[in-house]
């Protein structure tokens, strides 16, 4: 630290900002854990302590990754990344902010979930976190839980129209918790899939010695995530609550979703990287691969892809995830050898979507302003972290990704970070690395070293989605 200065002043300088609104040129000046100010290139910032060099480089805010599952339980299985091994492998993608998912399970309430969420992460993470709520079992006692949980810094709520018997909601039950979230000013997340009907075709299929993991993805047909979309769509109107649908993945869901915003209701949804870029065909490998290859929603066909990269084009899909949920092909996913419906769902990426979201830009796919905008800036404001989070401001966190547009890697599961045995991506080429990682002003990714410690993550209490009317 420069004896001039009480905290430590940094400076990010001749690199190309990124904003929602566009990339400019300036220098970012850091103070302690935030940012003190973007200044002219060049200009003279007095005393720092450390210099960054960006030459030729973006600038842009840290990444949020809206959706992640570390250490989730799930048909009999965890998933593997801690919050330690998960953070610090989002840190090494430029992600500085996740929000996990505490799972109430049946007959436990929403208050001593989130304690027991709270316990895993504290002291472990890599990057700030905050926690939505998954709902699995709606009742009284859950309902006016919601609103102790909004005093906790959680306002947004999961439920599942998959999974009877499990993680499953009834129209009615959602339609109960919709009405307390539009009473309290939550947001209803859906996991949007017939659940009913699924289990009645995976059955069919199982009953006539299909057992293969490609079984999964042909008995979750597109259809019925846009019956089911369309339905969750109604039944906010009815309720007049905000929804946010996750892990979108198929063209008939994301023209619910964009007739919904089309006439003007809070309805908003996020995709995966794992949909625009893998695919049924990846489900269909032989010798067992293909259930590397499963989660929930399925891959779909290759033809669903360019309507979601339309969709974020166009912000009819407004947010980038991972649903990130490892499971490790060796063990976890061998549960399912014999029945494809015992393979625990879950793909790992939350290390890869800054990457393989900029080359959606290097293919034409999106602009830069884009990849900022639905990577970072529009998660914070969905989710109440705005401006503190998603934006390169004077006063907001320092959480800063230097980045290089032009270096080429090579994802695999030999240079990840993930705490899980394969990679989804393996061997893919992509154009696009990070360089330079700041988490609340400390350099916590410097080129090939990790120099981040996992209790430097804080929790982040957030406020109500910051997008509705
Ligand atoms: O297959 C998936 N998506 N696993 C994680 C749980 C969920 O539904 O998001
Ligand atoms: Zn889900
Ligand atoms: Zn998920």
Redesign the pocket.
Same mark, same amino acid.
């Given at each position: 630290m420069s004896e001039s200065s009480p905290v430590n002043r940094t400076l990010i300088h001749g690199g190309t900002v990124l904003a929602a609104s566009g990339p400019f040129a300036a220098d970012v000046l850091v103070e302690g854990e935030t940012i003190a100010a973007l200044l002219r290139p060049g200009a003279e910032p007095g005393a720092v302590d450390e210099r960054i060099d960006a030459r030729g480089k973006y600038v842009l805010p840290g990444g949020i990754d809206a959706?992640t @599952?570390m250490e989730?339980p799930?048909g009999g299985a965890f998933?593997v990344d801690t919050f330690e091994t998960g953070t610090r492998a989002a840190a090494w993608g430029g992600t500085t902010t996740i929000i996990d998912?505490p799972k109430q399970e049946k007959g436990t309430g929403l208050e001593s979930t989130l304690d027991a969420w709270h316990a895993k992460a504290e002291g472990q993470c890599a990057i700030d976190y905050g926690f939505h709520m998954i709902l699995s079992d709606v009742n009284d006692g859950t309902l006016k839980e919601m609103r102790t949980c909004l005093d906790r810094g959680v306002n947004s709520f999961?439920l599942?129209m998959?999974?009877p018997g499990a993680?499953y909601s009834t129209d009615g039950e959602i339609l109960r918790a919709m009405d307390t979230a539009a009473e309290i000013g939550g947001l209803i997340m859906m996991?949007a899939e017939n659940g009913i009907a699924i289990d009645e075709l995976a059955a069919k299929a199982l009953a006539s010695g299909r057992t293969e993991p490609v079984q999964h993805g042909l008995t979750r047909p597109p259809e019925l995530e846009g019956e089911a979309t369309s339905r969750a769509i109604r039944l906010a109107e009815v309720t007049r609550a905000p929804l946010y649908i &996750? @892990?979108l993945s198929a063209h008939q869901a994301l023209e619910a979703v964009s007739e919904a915003r089309d006439a003007g209701r809070d309805v908003f949804a996020e995709t995966c990287p794992q949909y625009l870029y893998l695919s049924l065909d990846d489900l269909a490998r032989p010798d067992f691969e293909g259930a590397k290859y &499963?989660?929930? =929603?399925p891959l779909r066909e290759k033809s669903h892809q360019p309507s979601l990269w339309k969709g974020l084009r166009t912000n009819d899909l407004s947010v980038v995830s991972t649903?990130h949920?490892p499971f490790c092909f060796n063990e976890e996913k061998q549960l399912g050898r014999e029945d494809f419906t015992k393979i =625990?769902?879950?793909?790992p990426g939350v290390e890869h979507r800054m990457d393989l979201l900029h080359q959606g830009v290097v293919a034409g796919e999106l602009s830069l302003a884009r990849w900022v905008d639905t990577c970072a800036t529009t998660p914070a404001r969905m989710f109440g972290l705005y401006p503190r989070k998603g934006v390169l401001a004077p006063g907001s966190d320092a959480d800063i990704v230097v980045y290089d547009p032009a270096a080429e890697q090579v994802l695999s599961v030999n240079t990840h970070h993930m705490n899980v045995d394969y990679s989804a991506y393996e061997g893919m080429r992509v154009t696009g690395k990070v360089d330079t990682v700041l988490s609340r002003g400390s350099v916590v990714i410097s080129g090939d070293e990790f120099r981040g410690r996992k209790s430097h993550g804080k929790y982040l209490p957030r406020d109500s989605c910051q997008l509705l009317r």
């Open positions: 959706h @599952h989730m799930f998933a998912f999961k599942f998959a999974y993680l996991h &996750v @892990h &499963v989660a929930s =929603p649903d949920c =625990p769902n879950g793909i």
